[in-house]
């Protein structure tokens, strides 16, 4: 929490110029974040090493407060009404009471006189933002859009296209899914004939992955190990397989991510092709450092994701054998 006040201060330069040294001159109260305050000008400076050559401005805090933290900003106007923004001061302090703060050199008495003094008073503008750090913060509610979106798949509500996956059907929003993806955008929305049909059929996705895939461009939440099911690596490969179909670069990128923590003798080998096929280079990298220990590649080509491997990507074999030797 914050308060603020405002002082335009006006200093009749011309006759307060020939004052001594350390001699002020001194505003009027004002009130900014239930305090008052005050403007301590020196048109000669407060301190005799500077000679006169300077003006010196405080800003003290009049009432009987202690560590009042404020921020206190000050601009003089030129001779023609205008802000000169090369003579702004702004600061944080930490006032007690009648304790000065400002500047001793804040300008020179030449430039003061060769551009803000015209036949009237100086005028400076003087601002001070109390802010209040006893105050209690507003609790402020976590964002819950993902849960709103889920349970707006869950109901059903508006649904008005259908997905069939292998005999298995999927209700869902057409704008939703045109929001998260620039691939469904463009079948549901497009030229193409989907954007006509009510019910669509997808194929070479399995069920389940288009499931977790539908629940997460909805609630941007991705699922627990449990709801990935028995075969975890699998359905990784399955879900990073059809994130990359539909262009959902973050559920690849999870997906990926997930597959590193899950390559073991018995997965290299698939979790390598699913690389290579979907361009993960990250997750390429980690198998093939994993592959290339000799014990590890001696027990993992009799497992059927060699197999695949091998069939798919034979220069990739080629070259897991090469490192397998040179080590």
């Known amino acids: 929490m914050v308060g603020a006040g405002f002082l335009e201060y006006k200093l009749e330069y011309l006759e307060k110029k020939d004052l001594a ?3 002020s001159v001194v505003s009027e109260n004002f009130s900014a974040g239930g ?3 005050r403007i301590k000008c020196y048109p000669r400076g407060d301190k005799k090493e500077h000679k006169g050559e300077h003006v010196s401005i405080y800003i003290t805090l009049v009432s009987k407060s202690e560590n009042v933290k404020a921020f206190f900003d ?13 003579i702004e001061r702004k600061s944080e302090h930490v006032f007690q009471l009648e304790s000065p703060f400002g500047w001793t050199q804040f300008m020179t008495r030449s430039y003061l006189e060769t551009t803000c003094l015209s036949n009237g008073p100086v005028t400076f503008i003087c601002s001070v933002i109390v802010a209040f750090d006893n105050q209690k913060p507003i609790p402020m509610p976590p964002p819950d859009i993902g849960i709103h979106l889920g349970r707006l798949l869950d109901s059903t509500v508006g649904i008005d296209v259908s997905f069939v996956v292998d005999g298995n059907q ?8 045109a929001a998260r993806s620039p691939v469904f955008e463009a079948e549901l929305f497009g030229s193409m004939a989907d954007a006509t049909m009510s019910s669509i059929t997808v194929q070479d996705i399995e069920p389940a992955a288009f499931k977790v895939m539908l629940r997460f461009m909805y609630n941007d939440s991705f699922p627990t190990d449990e709801e990935l099911g028995d075969s ?21 990128l999870i997906c990926s991510m997930k597959l590193i923590e899950s390559v073991s003798v018995d997965t290299v080998g698939s979790i390598l092709v699913c690389s290579e096929t979907y361009n993960c280079s990250e997750l390429k990298t980690k198998c093939l450092d994993f592959f290339a220990v000799e014990k590890i590649f001696k027990e993992a080509v009799f497992t059927d994701g060699f197999a695949t491997l091998l069939n798919k990507f034979p220069s990739l074999v080629a070259e897991l054998r090469r490192r397998v030797v040179q080590k």
């Open 35 to 37: 305090h008052l305050w």
């Open 21 to 23: 040294i350390g001699q």
């Open 74 to 86: 000050i601009v003089v106007l030129k001779s023609d009404s205008l802000p000169n923004l090369t």
């Open 232 to 252: 975890r690596a699998d359905m990784l490969q399955h879900l990073l397989a059809a994130a990359d179909r539909f262009a959902l670069d973050r559920l690849k």
């Open 170 to 177: 999927f209700p869902a929003h057409r704008a939703v899914l």
